[in-house]
Nanobody, 117 residues
Framework: QVQLVESGGGLVQTGGSLRLSCAASGSIFSINFMGWYRQAPGKQRELVAI???????HYQDSVEGRFTISRDNAKNMVYLQMNSLKPEDTAVYYC???????????WGQGTQVTVSS
């Protein structure tokens, strides 16, 4: 079993910045990827960014150039630096981890990000 705990969400104005953190604990053996998803009211959960075992990163087009995902392997933590925030970035942000041969998936509880005009 793996547990994920997110932190760092909050309320910011348009153009501001936030840094989200996710701490993983439990039966962690071989992480294939860690990532961030978000879900706005009335919309489906969508991928924001992922970082793979080899260090490759992938971003949703709408956040490319504004958000940066990174990982601290020694601490089993993943981060999302969010700059130039827009009101459309408002959502609950969820941490996700996949590990093992079948990439078993685990989710955090989510953290609220609100961007005001």
């Amino acid at each position: 079993q793996v547990q994920l705990v997110e932190s760092g969400g909050g309320l910011v104005q348009t153009g501001g910045s936030l840094r989200l953190s996710c701490a993983a604990s439990g039966s962690i053996f071989s992480i294939n990827f860690m990532g961030w998803y978000r879900q706005a009211p009335g919309k489906q959960r969508e991928l924001v960014a992922i970082i793979t075992r080899g260090g490759g990163t992938h971003y949703q087009d709408s956040v490319e150039g504004r958000f940066t995902i990174s990982r601290d392997n020694a601490k089993n933590m993943v981060y999302l630096q969010m700059n130039s925030l827009k009101p459309e970035d408002t959502a609950v942000y969820y941490c996700n981890l996949g590990q093992g041969q079948g990439s078993d998936s685990y989710w955090g509880q989510g953290t609220q990000v609100t961007v005001s005009s």
